[in-house]
Structure formats: structure tokens, C-alpha cells
């Protein structure tokens, strides 16, 4: 099965889900999930759902940025607005993940 499966099915928020236990996530969620209790999800990574008991985890939804061209300044800015944890999360994203996500963002260059 392939993440299209999810989408068609409503599953159109992508996340990541991390535990105090090391076990990281990569999820595509309906919008509006309660993630308190238990919550069905498609695994991206075993490409299978999945039943996660949300008071095991914590849930950050990931926004999908449109690939755009961007100076670095820019960049810093955006970067600057996340909270320190919603940073952390991106941070620890793999790349795969970052450009399956299509958070993909070109520097330009300033002239």
C-alpha cells in the first residue's frame, strides 16, 4: 500500500509522534484527531495503520510547505517564529521525511 491509500481515505495531516521511550512516528492523521486517546493512523514507514494510544505520545502536526524560493534571512525568520519544540521536531526529521513532505525550500540568491 502506498500514503495515497491514506490520503483518499482523509488522512491528509502528516505527524510525528514521539514517546520518553525513543519510539518516533511518522504519521498521517485525519484532521482534528483527538491524539488524548486512542487514535487510527497511517504508519508511513511500515505503510500499514495503525492504533495509537495517544497518552503515550506526543503528537506535532507538521504543516506541508509549498517549495518555494526563499532568501536566507527569510528562512531564519520562519525558522524563528516555531516554538523551540516545534523546532526540535523538524529538526529530527529525516530527510526522506522533509522532502516526502515537500518541505522543501530553495535559497535564492540576493543580488
Known sequence: MADNIAVLDGFTEDAIATSTHGIDLYL???PGTDFSD???????????????????????VLKSLQ???VTEEELA???AALSAEDRAVLDRLPLEMVE???I?????DQD
Open 77 to 79: 525568520e520562519e525558522r
Open 100 to 102: 516526502d513532505l515537500g
Open 104 to 108: 522543501t525550500l530553495e535559497i535564492k
Open 38 to 60: 486512542t487514535f487510527k493512523a497511517w504508519d508511513t514507514d511500515a505503510q500499514e495503520w495503525i492504533k495509537v494510544s495517544g497518552w503515550l505520545f506526543t503528537v506535532h
Open 67 to 69: 517549495a518555494r524560493c
Open 28 to 30: 498521517l492523521v485525519k
